[in-house]
């Protein structure tokens, strides 16, 4: 079992940065690919990004390409979701989530993660 908890969310201003915590419990987290999803108001919960289980490969959404950036510190069993250069269309509940069948990989899919977080909440003013 994989207990995953999100931090760092906030009110913050357009153009502003924001950086997302995910602190995981359980052994397993250094086999994990991990990954942040996002739900906007009124949308459906979608893909933001994800982090293989050594950390070298990663993927985005064409939405946040070139302005977020996940990392992830396996030695303290936590992942990052660094957010600069937000914008107002940013603003959602932010989502960690974890994928043991898929930790060699970079899955971008719901249904291909295993454990979820409870969601942090990033507001962007304009």
């Known amino acids: 079992q994989v207990h995953l908890v999100e931090s760092g969310g906030g009110l913050v201003q357009a153009g502003g940065s924001l950086r997302l915590s995910c602190a995981a419990s359980g052994r397993t987290f250094t086999t994990f690919a991990m990954g942040w999803f996002r739900r906007a108001p009124g949308k459906e919960r979608e893909f933001v990004a994800t982090i293989s289980w050594n950390g070298l490969s990663t993927r985005y959404a064409d939405s946040v390409k070139g302005r977020f950036t996940i990392s992830r510190d396996n030695a303290k069993n936590t992942v990052y979701l660094q957010m600069n250069s937000l914008r107002p269309e940013d603003t959602a509940v932010y989502y960690c989530?974890?994928?043991?069948?898929?930790?060699?990989?970079?899955?971008?899919?719901?249904?291909?993660?295993?454990?979820w977080g409870q969601g942090t909440q990033v507001t962007v003013s304009s």
């Open positions: 989530a974890g994928s043991g069948t898929y930790g060699y990989t970079t899955p971008t899919r719901m249904h291909e993660y295993d454990y």
